[in-house]
């Protein structure tokens, strides 16, 4: 499979080392190509990693993902060209962080709306399916920890997209995937994500995730 990943950042790349790791193709979108740790990224891919732009990434994956920095992903999805997402998966990564001086980062939208639906505003022909953005980057590939894997939480509107998405989260190493439903549910699950930070913040410790609990 052709993955295209709209970012550059430490998610994109933890995410692009998942995918060619598994053997799938990954072009990492840009707009700055040139920085050395991503000429290093692409060098390590063994030939399954590439870097372009925006635009080249959104044409060039049958799947995509959204990785951008939380507040700038609609300038970067107009950049890629909206056309480009159509009848696609997409996963969207995101969180809406603001980040303060001297305080942990907090939402700038929630309660009401969220990123993943501002998302799937922006891309109405798109199947939009929240993911990955409630554990750090370190720990989305193989994920090992004491007791087991953590739960990956999810949302979105189509059945099937999610179900696809599931499988890549099995295949990433989440045995345990959650649900929540529509894609209304990405304002919890970015909430969550401000959970995860201010935890580890107090805990000194980012090695951490969140488990739901059966019986």
Do not use: Y
Request: charged share 20%; hydrophobic share 40%.
């Amino acid at each position: 499979m052709k993955v295209g990943i709209l970012g550059s950042g430490d998610v994109a790349r933890s995410l692009g080392t998942g995918f060619t790791t598994l053997g799938h193709e990954t072009k990492l979108g840009t707009r700055h190509a040139e920085q050395p740790k991503l000429v290093d990224w692409a060098k390590s891919a063994q030939g399954k990693g590439s870097i372009g732009s925006f635009s080249d990434a959104a044409g060039f994956g049958e799947m995509l993902v959204v990785a951008t920095h939380g507040v700038a992903t609609p300038d970067a999805v107009r950049m890629a060209g909206v056309r480009r997402f159509d009848g696609k998966v997409v996963i969207d990564t995101t969180n809406p962080l603001l980040f303060k001086e001297g305080a942990p980062p907090s939402l700038s939208i929630g309660h009401t709306t969220s990123a993943g639906e501002q998302l799937q505003k922006l891309l109405p022909k798109a199947r939009v399916v929240k993911a990955f953005n409630t554990i750090g980057h370190m720990h989305f590939f193989h994920p090992s920890f004491p007791g087991g894997p953590p739960d990956m939480f999810i949302c979105g509107n189509d059945a099937a997209a999610k179900q696809t998405v599931v499988g890549v989260l099995h295949d990433f190493g989440w045995s345990s995937v959650v649900d929540t439903g529509g894609i209304e549910g990405s304002r919890e699950l970015e909430s969550l994500c401000v959970l995860w930070v201010k935890s580890a913040l107090v805990l000194g410790n980012w090695g951490i995730g969140f488990k739901l609990l059966r019986k």
